[in-house]
């Protein structure tokens, strides 16, 4: 079974200053991990995703996440935060291959950017 | 190209009635998939149309929810009766054959009373 924790359910971060949203995950096999954000009123949006190669991937709006094998983490971060990140943020896992592309999500993350 | 397309996007339903959910994937995309995020709670897979079959819909909470998808293109979730607890918002999301990457919907909010 596939399933990914984030930890925090919300993460306050002054405008400006750099930010981090946890992700850990457990998969048997290879990961595909992706970052999605929902808007207030709005849909999901794909962030960012990764599957093999760097272990930093950069993503939309400024936002890049590390892979780290060893940690089983997939952390999202961003240098400089802005008030329009504000919004909530999920983590999500599925195998690499096998045909199947069912993906799981994490519980999300609410971001909250203070001005 | 336009995107996943859901409505209505907020629906709300005394207990007992039937609603029904529909879902445009991006044309082309054969892969089709249904998620429920209830308050609080992590985004639940429901099910997966490849084409018009049901690839899998072990996420499915029971028989009061009914998923199809005709000649492969649009799809519909039809919730009936409905109960309190189906209250959240229904994701669709669409992807193109072997590849990984979601597109999602704005997704339908369902409110039941």
């Known amino acids: 079974a596939q399933s990914v924790a984030q930890p925090e359910d919300q993460v306050n971060v002054a405008e400006g200053n750099p930010l981090t949203v946890k992700c850990t995950y457990s998969v048997s096999g290879n990961p595909y991990l992706f970052w999605y954000v929902q808007y207030p009123n709005r849909g999901l949006q794909f962030l960012l995703k990764y599957i093999t190669g760097d272990n930093l991937v950069k993503g939309s709006y400024g936002f890049e996440a590390e892979f780290n094998k060893s940690q089983t983490s997939f952390h999202l971060k961003k240098p400089s935060a802005l008030v329009s990140d504000s919004a909530l943020y999920f983590c999500?896992?599925?195998?690499?291959?096998?045909?199947?592309?069912?993906?799981?999500f994490g519980i999300g993350t609410k971001l909250q950017v203070i001005p | 190209e336009a995107g996943v397309t859901q409505f209505p996007s907020h629906s709300v339903i005394e207990k007992g009635q039937t609603v029904t959910l529909r879902c445009d994937p991006i044309?082309?995309?054969?892969?089709l998939y249904w998620y429920r995020r209830v308050m609080g709670k992590e985004i639940k897979f429901l099910l997966h149309?490849?084409?018009?079959?049901?690839?899998?819909e072990s996420g499915m909470p029971n028989n009061r929810f009914l998923a199809e998808r005709t000649g492969g293109t649009y799809s519909t979730l039809k919730v009936q009766p409905a109960e309190l607890e189906d209250s959240g918002v229904y994701f669709c999301a669409s992807s193109p054959r072997d590849r990984g990457g979601y597109t999602f919907g704005s997704g339908t909010r369902l409110t039941v009373v």
């Open positions: 149309f490849v084409k018009e079959s049901k690839q899998d």
């Open positions: 999500a896992v599925r195998v690499i291959g096998g045909g199947y592309q069912k993906v799981t």
């Open positions: 044309s082309g995309h054969d892969n």
